[in-house]
């Protein structure tokens, strides 16, 4: 069991990431909602580094196998999640919006 | 106990996922933006290597290997159109993997945490579960593996709230006991309510839900981060749970509905769709593609308003050439596109660039209705309830004050449309039977096609 101290810590931690959460979405246009939401997609694969954290310290085989499945998966979410949002992004450039846009 | 270094490298980690939130909020940095949260995750990943030196490493490294190589092909590969249900699926393993791990750490602690780590562990469990399966079966739905009208039987939400209770009273379970088969059967529940809330929804609605659950797997990863002390996974998943919270809501506001009414608004028989079933035997004046080929050829202004049967059609190239064609007879070509057209909201405008359509024909809700006011022609693609002027003048209809196209306001309007079936708001389009209407009937894709041969002949 942790000190109390620091659940307390993690918990400021928690209420500030909410309100930066809210403040920096907050005056996206509609047109970026889908990237957006697909880039905020693959953020929450980094539970990888949680997985990784599992697998490293599984006493047994059967415990061993299912975070080798997490690592997977929460890699499949975070890589997958990021390359799919940068081909979204890609058709957005490159068609004269503004100067340096263009020419491809 | 994690070295400091390790810390800071996870502080950066954070740093760069806020920035690219906030990059991805504008046009012109949303690019770097993702580029910095990918860096972000990647140093996260290395110092996580690095500073717990993990036993399995090699197997580790090999499982990461497996899952970047199941996941890049594909979203190098995927179709634009099919890129919501990617997402979906996306953000489903990751709620998956939020859920294992949770699992996994309660197996290794077999209930020695404190009762607040273990309410982390039983909403990890449960959120992660309903996440991976109501994503998954979104997937299904967009997929059209199955059906995309909702889905209801005899006392659903009595099953549904059923459901509910038995989770919540397992998750009490868990704080209580700490037991791990105690944990797997709340996954299992778990996964039964993801179902049971995504079977209601109507495709339409679909992306809202998806955005909804990728917001339920931040949080997970969050209470995930928590359980194991880890404060990059804890800021990482709240940032996504926060700001995932928020987009769903601006993205039922653009579709003037509520969440709660996506959710379950399909428990209840909308008043609207009787007077659809009325409306079906009315007269409207339907025509072939070489008279509307004429109209629009004909036209000094056309404004093209797609919507979802273009994308389900995979029409955008075709819309493209039937611009092209007009615009080489002098025509002057516009699109109109509402803010939630196509499967996600901002979905059309990531399709018409990918047909190469240039930017400066795409007009927002804001500068197209003055545009309609002055266009001999408004040609609606497979939209309806955007265009429906009900929204504007019946204030007992279900989607009164929802922001419209005024279609209505051109000389002439012509739907190219599969059927007279109403739009998923279940209700009847009055401007159908305006006189000044014109309907093409047909896949929206094979009637673009006739239109351009027509106009090419």
Request: charged share 10%.
């Amino acid at each position: 069991m942790r000190p109390v101290g620091e659940g307390v810590a993690l918990l400021t931690v928690f209420v500030l990431a909410v309100f930066v959460g809210f403040e920096v979405v907050s005056k996206v246009s509609s047109t970026l909602h889908t990237p957006l939401m697909s880039g905020a997609n693959a953020i929450h694969g980094i539970i990888l580094v949680g997985a990784i954290l599992v697998a490293g310290n599984a006493e047994s085989t059967l415990t061993l196998v299912v975070a080798l499945v997490a690592v997977v998966l929460a890699t499949a979410n975070l890589v997958g999640g990021f390359v799919v949002t940068d081909r979204m992004l890609h058709m957005f450039r490159g068609r004269g919006r503004g100067p340096g846009g263009g020419g491809r | 106990m994690t070295p400091t270094w390790a810390q800071l490298g996870y502080l950066v980690a954070a740093i760069c996922f806020v920035l690219a939130l906030k990059g991805l909020s504008s046009p012109r940095t949303a690019r770097t933006g993702n580029l910095i949260g990918a860096a972000g995750a990647a140093l996260a990943v290395v110092v996580v290597l690095a500073a717990d030196r993990p036993r399995n490493l090699l197997a580790i490294l090999g499982a990461i290997v497996l899952g970047s190589v199941l996941a890049v092909p594909v979203a190098r590969r995927v179709q634009m159109t099919a890129m919501p249900q990617l997402v979906a699926v996306f953000n489903g393993v990751g709620g998956g993997a939020a859920a294992l791990v949770a699992l996994l750490e309660l197996a290794e602690t077999s209930g020695a945490g404190g009762w607040l780590e273990l309410l982390a562990v039983a909403f990890s469990v449960l959120v992660g579960a309903v996440s991976f399966s109501g994503s998954l079966l979104t997937f299904a739905k967009l997929q059209e593996l199955m059906t995309t009208r909702p889905v209801l039987f005899a006392g659903g939400p009595y099953v549904f709230g059923g459901a509910l209770l038995v989770a919540a009273a397992l998750a009490v379970g868990v704080v209580l006991d700490g037991g791990l088969w105690l944990g797997v059967v709340l996954a299992v529940v778990g996964l039964v309510v993801g179902l049971l809330l995504v079977l209601p929804v109507g495709g339409a609605d679909v992306p809202v839900v998806i955005s909804l659950l990728n917001a339920f797997t931040g949080l997970t990863v969050a209470a995930g981060g928590y359980v194991l002390g880890n404060s990059l996974l804890l800021v990482a998943g709240t940032l996504v749970g926060a700001s995932g919270t928020l987009l769903t809501r601006m993205m039922a506001t653009a579709m003037g509905r509520s969440v709660q009414n996506i959710l379950f608004g399909a428990f209840r028989t909308p008043a609207g769709a009787v007077a659809a079933t009325a409306g079906e035997a009315r007269p409207v004046r339907s025509a072939g593609a070489d008279d509307v080929a004429i109209l629009l050829g004909y036209a000094r202004k056309v404004v093209i308003v797609p919507g979802y049967g273009l994308a389900v059609a995979q029409a955008q190239h075709t819309i493209h050439e039937l611009a092209d064609v007009l615009e080489q007879r002098g025509v002057d070509v516009s699109y109109a596109i509402h803010p939630v057209a196509g499967r996600m909201p901002g979905h059309m405008n990531v399709l018409l660039a990918e047909a190469d359509v240039p930017y400066e024909q795409l007009k927002e809700m804001d500068s197209a209705n003055p545009e309609l006011r002055t266009a001999d022609v408004a040609l609606v693609v497979g939209a309806n309830d955007v265009v429906n002027p009900a929204a504007r003048t019946s204030p007992g209809s279900p989607i009164y004050g929802m922001p419209i196209l005024d279609v209505d306001s051109a000389q002439a309007v012509v739907f190219l449309k599969r059927s007279m079936r109403p739009g998923f708001a279940g209700i009847d389009n009055e401007l159908l039977h305006d006189p000044k209407t014109t309907l093409l009937f047909g896949d929206a894709k094979d009637s673009l096609t006739k239109l351009v041969a027509s106009l090419k002949a």
